[in-house]
């Protein structure tokens, strides 16, 4: 004890006033540190989300909606697609998920040439899930604004015996619900980029809107810390990558549903009331 109060008085006179001191999060400039994660709380009812958030400006990257994000081809799609409108980052930073390796490998390939000193290997940061802070922390806002809702109604369902968690039923629930689902999705990744973030006391990255702090960081004291990206080289990565799942997960139910869809005459959903009375009615002629 006596020696950590010669070496660190500071440490001691914290830890004994018993204060949290909260770590800063630091970054130069957008597209610098990509952080990318999976949502999993809507999973038992077939629901998988995976999500993208650019560490400087808060802008989400992607935020994407199907049958798994735990499928390694289907988290590298959403990474090519959003790399060729927006460019390569310098480093990405994930937990330690399967889901994440071919992402990872790619993105550690498009950094090979490079010269920096996060190029090649070095670009990419695996980590646990907790200390993935930008994502973890951004996932909390999305469930009290968007997610809580249809945690509610799903649950709802099943209260009411129209849902019981197997394969048959949560591939009709994304079948019916998972359009309406990722417009929403959508929307909600629109105006959160659009919104203004108020400055923060311990953070040393700016306050604006997200979207304007990402196109526009010279304005905030920032740069573009991100590498152009030759679009045929990811084209030779899209075409290696496997082929994804069909909407709800399971062709042949798929097909099935759509056959039952016809029949009945059902028009698809514009709202969630409407998808709600499709999913009874479909299960009701599909015996489930």
Known sequence: MQALRLLNPTGV??????????????????????????????????????GCIDGYSRRVMWLSSGSTNNDPAVIAHHYLQCVSSCGLPARLRTDCGTENGDMAAIHCSLREDHTDEFAGSLSHMYGTSTANQRIESWWSFFRKQRTQFWMDLFSDLRERHYFNGTHEHKCLVRYVFLGIFQKELDEHRE??????????????????????????????????????????VLQEFKDLLPPTNSLCGDANLQAYF?????QSQLAPPINWPAAVDNYIRLKEMAGL
């Not at 659009?194 to 526009?216: A, D, F």
């Open 13 to 50: 006179s914290l830890r004994h006033r018993r204060r949290f001191v909260r770590r800063s999060y630091c970054a130069a400039g957008p597209n610098q540190v990509w952080h990318v994660d999976g949502y999993d709380q809507l999973k038992p009812f077939g629901i998988a989300i995976s």
């Open 191 to 232: 105006l959160w980029n659009n919104h203004t973030i108020r400055p923060v006391r311990q953070s040393l990255c700016p306050s604006g809107k997200p979207e304007t702090m990402y196109h526009l960081p010279h304005r905030f004291g920032g740069r573009d810390c991100g590498f152009p990206v030759d679009p045929q």
């Open 258 to 262: 759509a056959n039952l869809e016809r």
